[in-house]
């Protein structure tokens, strides 16, 4: 089954202890991307990728570091998670930049940073 | 500038109705593609229709139709004979020429179905 996949799916975890959430996608895409969904303001662009060893800057980078070793994972690094990175994240993948393509999402990890 | 306003924050139909999702959009590129996605309580996102900006008929996908009125910028969701299961939030998104490479989305519309 095609798939993007997200773990852990719900992390509470305390400020300053640096974590690691991972993604992998099974479609051989290209571009892959972090969201992070807040109340009343949707969802946002942390960092995407266009290919391996190629990334950049989304609308939110602040606090949030990626890597792309390999074309199917995609991990988020919060070096030293703040509260105000409290929120629900979202890996995405498509198969290129162009306009019409489908960015498909992972499951979600709602994470809590006390 | 990519904007994505959708006017409705919440709305409530009664079962087997049809409703309307509003959006409106706004970009200086002739090239973009608008789509809509699901989010039910258990918080997933979930891909369920796509319009090109190129394309001269209205996208539909089963219950799903869009209705595109290019000169109006705006991208409406209908969705025919609403089900209980239909209660989510939806999310309208765009993607166009300047910023290819993300989705900008709206705020979302909260939609109950009722029994």
């Known amino acids: 089954e095609a798939q993007v996949t997200q773990n852990p799916r719900y992390l509470i975890t305390v400020t300053g202890k640096k974590l690691t959430v991972t993604c992998s996608q099974n479609m051989n895409h290209e571009y892959m991307s972090w969201y992070r969904q807040d109340p009343g303001l949707g969802l946002r662009q942390i960092y995407y990728?266009?290919?391996?060893?190629?990334?950049d800057k989304g609308d939110v980078p602040e606090g949030y570091k990626v890597s792309r070793k390999e074309k199917r994972n995609f991990p988020l690094i919060l070096e030293s998670p703040s509260p105000n990175q409290t929120s629900l994240y979202f890996c995405?993948?498509?198969?290129?930049?162009?306009?019409?393509?489908?960015?498909?999402f992972g499951p979600g990890t709602r994470l809590t940073v006390l | 500038a990519q904007k994505i306003t959708q006017t409705q924050p919440g709305m409530f139909v009664q079962e087997k109705e049809a409703v309307t999702l509003d959006c409106t959009y706004d970009t200086s590129d002739q090239s973009y593609g608008l789509f809509w996605y699901k989010q039910p309580s258990s918080g997933e996102m979930i891909f369920l229709i796509y319009q090109g900006s190129y394309d001269e008929q209205n996208a539909t996908e089963g219950r799903y139709s869009l209705n595109f009125q290019k000169a109006r910028k705006s991208a409406n969701l209908v969705i025919s004979a609403s089900q209980l299961g239909d209660s989510a939030m939806y999310f309208c998104?765009?993607?166009?020429?300047?910023?290819?490479?993300?989705?900008?989305f709206g705020q979302g519309t909260r939609l109950t179905i009722n029994p």
């Open positions: 990728s266009m290919n391996v060893e190629v990334t």
């Open positions: 998104a765009m993607r166009d020429l300047q910023g290819a490479q993300k989705l900008v």
């Open positions: 995405a993948s498509m198969s290129g930049g162009w306009v019409t393509d489908t960015q498909y």
